[in-house]
């Protein structure tokens, strides 16, 4: 390098920029997309609505009865015919829509929130795994771990059939024993043959307890656990199996498969986020594994490794942050989903319990009046529904260009 | 000086859906402490796979460690569990890897990342590290080290980030320093610049440096002992003097000969080895160079040789060196 006479107070090296994180950066390219900021603020306005009305204006849905107000329309001065000011009207019970589609939005958003919620931890998790251990060896004892748990998620339905919860234990006592064996290098056929056996046992002999033909059902069901239990332990084999079964998930039209999970459930709230929860599942789980498998390949995690780092530190310090982008701005649009679907449950008569407000069972309260006039019955909670997720999409749509690292200036 | 690093019949494969591929095949050498050794070969030798076969960072599976002994301070590194091995990625031996557009992670600050290493293998604070992470970015020249921690890989050039990874790389003094192809990725100038970082370092330090690289230029300045690989196999191996003077091996020669000089009128062909290595999947049964030899004769396509110590130190795997000193000579 050439010496320069340069006290060091002088050197002024201009590659040197105020330097921002990734947030910084991506909230300032955010701010400057206008219809990200639209959206943004519609979101804001309904989170805030929401929870405002909820904790600090008092409603309570049962005794919001009224036969004297039935279906007025908006108006914004009392006068003869309503003696209170109703600026969305009211509905066949004389209860007030704007209260209601406010009070609704705190339902609507929460089963939004939490249908993606579930959906982006349970999914997210398994993808990260998936696609993490697809590319890195296991070490011993997590490999005896996701086997274990294997077992236990391939062993709740021989179980749930049976009604024998120990079976659950039993199928994940046999992944554990898998890894064991799997040490001891046995050959293919007898691990196959001995698996088999053991899986027919544990499902067979359980269900026997109940009825001859559950534990038959229960004995077939063990011999195929068995069987994928035999094939020897490798992060492609937990990888394939999990993401085959979030083929199958994904194989049904997701609406169908929350009707179905909420008609066996019951309808109710909480039973409406869990079964859209669960349907997103494997959209978040492909996302993370896809990312997970381009990321693991960079040279930076390699270097990670190389420096001493333990599995989890490569996980969450090195990886996840890489992908957190793409999860993101898919969770954003998710949520605007999620909303969507819950109104649609809610619509059928599947979501909230009638008298709490909830924007997709007001609209199915009400369709019936619009051919006598009533249009204001469903028009509010409509365009709540609609304006929200729109807010939600632009939101998305911005968080995508903001966290693009391709388009970084 | 005893050994530091002691490799026996190390042998490498990855199982793919074409077949075994051989990466390498039964190596054994020894480093001695604050040694430069030189790795060379063409692309696809296995270099930078026994370098990760010593690191264990071989992708299992595909990837599997066949066979041999990786002894570094009297411990075999191959029998180590993950938890003792970790401990010695990073702190014992570090590595430095070809890309330094990738090497660093584009979400952290380099100095974090210089930290991280600090804090896992040598139990500093947050501020001790960072203080000390200013410290070896200095070491390696980069000006205004103080500020420039808090800076992003993407605000680094990439001569830059490749003296960033070293810093990483000798944060906490390992005794052996893989360099792998380290100056591929960069221009020339920048090139001759890492490679006196890294002579600098290494006289200061004291530890030992094996430097992978395709590039003899690179190494005969720098290497104390050189190992010339091919297909997996080290064919020839001996002081720089012994390479690059007194050559051996039919591979090395025409190696050698494929260097453009600087006297060379212009327009002059770039003279190059004909034909191409082997296929690692279906090694020939005799010595891997047989089909691009101009020496060869039918005794090489049966029998594969082994190492042999042709003058103190200077070893080769060629039946006919012998003859082919005195036919050089001719």
Redesign the interface.
Do not use: C, W
């Given at each position: 390098m050439t010496e320069m006479n340069l006290s060091p107070g002088e050197i002024e090296d201009f590659a040197v920029r105020e330097h921002r994180s990734l947030w910084l950066d991506a909230w300032r390219r955010l701010k400057a997309n206008r219809t990200a900021i639209i959206g943004l603020i519609v979101v804001l306005i309904f989170l805030l609505s929401a929870t405002i009305a909820h904790f600090f204006w008092e409603y309570e849905p049962k005794i919001d009865l009224d036969y004297s107000a039935k279906l007025l329309p908006p108006n914004l001065r009392v006068s003869e015919q309503s003696l209170k000011i109703h600026p969305f009207g009211t509905d066949k019970l004389g209860r007030d829509i704007f209260r209601r589609t406010v009070h609704g939005g705190w339902n609507s958003l929460r089963v939004g929130l939490v249908a993606v919620s579930i959906s982006l931890v349970v999914g997210g998790i398994l993808g990260l795994l998936a696609g993490f251990f697809e590319s890195i060896e296991m070490y011993f004892w997590e490999s005896m771990a996701l086997m274990a748990f294997l077992g236990l998620a391939l062993g709740a339905l021989p179980a749930w059939i049976a009604n024998q919860i120990f079976q659950v234990f039993l199928f994940c006592a046999l992944g554990i024993i898998s890894v064991i064996v799997d040490k001891k290098n046995l050959s293919k056929h007898i691990r196959r043959y001995l698996f088999a056996g053991l899986g027919l046992l544990a499902g067979g002999l359980s269900g026997l307890l109940v009825a001859p033909l559950v534990g038959l059902v229960c004995g077939i069901l063990g011999l195929g656990i068995g069987l994928l239990l035999a094939i020897p332990v490798g992060g492609k084999i937990f990888s394939n199996i999990v993401m085959r079964i979030m083929d199958i998930i994904l194989a049904f039209p997701s609406y169908l498969l929350a009707i179905a999970i909420v008609a066996f459930l019951g309808p109710g709230l909480e039973k409406g986020m869990l079964a859209i929860g669960f349907v997103g599942i494997p959209i978040y789980a492909r996302l993370a594994r896809s990312a997970v498998l381009s990321v693991s390949q960079k040279e930076y995690v390699l270097a990670s490794q190389a420096v001493g780092e333990s599995h989890g530190r490569m996980l969450f310090r090195h990886i996840v942050p890489n992908i957190l982008s793409p999860i993101i701005v898919q969770a954003t649009m998710g949520l605007a989903n999620a909303i969507l679907s819950a109104a649609a449950l809610g619509f059928l008569g599947l979501g909230a319990i009638p008298p709490e407000p909830e924007w997709g069972s007001m609209l199915g309260d009400s369709y019936k009046y619009l051919s006598s006039g009533a249009w204001w019955a469903v028009l509010f909670p409509g365009l709540a529904i609609m304006l929200s997720v729109l807010g939600f999409n632009l939101l998305g749509d911005g968080l995508r260009d903001a966290l693009d690292p391709k388009l970084r200036i | 000086m005893d050994a530091l690093l002691k490799i026996e019949n190390l042998k490498t494969r990855f199982h793919t859906e074409d077949g075994v591929v051989k990466a390498v095949n039964g190596i054994s050498y020894e480093m001695k402490k604050g040694e430069v050794l030189g790795v060379v070969g063409e692309s696809g030798c296995g270099k930078s796979v026994h370098a990760l076969s010593i690191?264990r960072?071989i992708?299992?599976?595909p990837g599997e460690i066949a066979d041999g002994v990786i002894w570094f301070e009297g411990r075999n590194l191959l029998e180590l569990d993950?938890n003792e091995i970790?401990?010695?990625?990073?702190?014992d031996i570090?590595?430095v890897?070809?890309?330094p557009m990738?090497?660093?992670?584009?979400?952290?600050?380099v100095g974090f990342q210089i930290v991280?290493?600090l804090k896992?293998?040598k139990n500093m604070s947050e501020k001790q590290g960072k203080v000390r992470a200013a410290e070896l970015l200095d070491l390696v020249?980069i000006?205004?080290a103080k500020?420039?921690v808090?800076?992003?890989p993407h605000?680094f050039?990439g001569g830059m980030r490749q003296r960033a990874?070293i810093a990483?790389a000798l944060s906490c003094s390992p005794k052996l320093l893989i360099a792998d192809e380290p100056t591929t990725a960069l221009d020339v100038t920048i090139q001759a610049?890492i490679v006196d970082l890294v002579i600098k370092l290494q006289e200061e330090m004291g530890m030992a440096v094996m430097w992978i690289t395709h590039d003899l230029g690179v190494v005969a300045e720098m290497a104390q002992l050189i190992n010339v690989m091919y297909a997996g196999f080290i064919i020839e191996r001996g002081t720089a003097q012994d390479i690059f003077k007194r050559t051996l091996h039919p591979y090395t020669m025409g190696l050698l000969a494929s260097l453009p000089s600087i006297d060379e009128a212009p327009g002059t062909k770039l003279i190059s080895i004909p034909g191409l290595p082997p296929d690692l999947v279906d090694l020939p049964q005799g010595c891997p160079f047989y089909a691009r030899c101009i020496y060869r004769k039918d005794h090489c396509q049966k029998n594969r040789p082994g190492l042999e110590e042709a003058k103190d130190g200077h070893y080769v795997a060629c039946w006919r060196w012998d003859e082919i000193k005195v036919e050089g000579a001719k």
């Open positions: - | 690191m960072l992708q299992i599976p993950e970790r401990k010695i990625r990073g702190s570090a590595m890897f070809q890309d990738t090497s660093l992670n584009p979400v952290y600050t991280e290493a896992l293998h020249g000006p205004d500020k420039r808090d800076n992003y605000q050039s990874m990483m610049q």
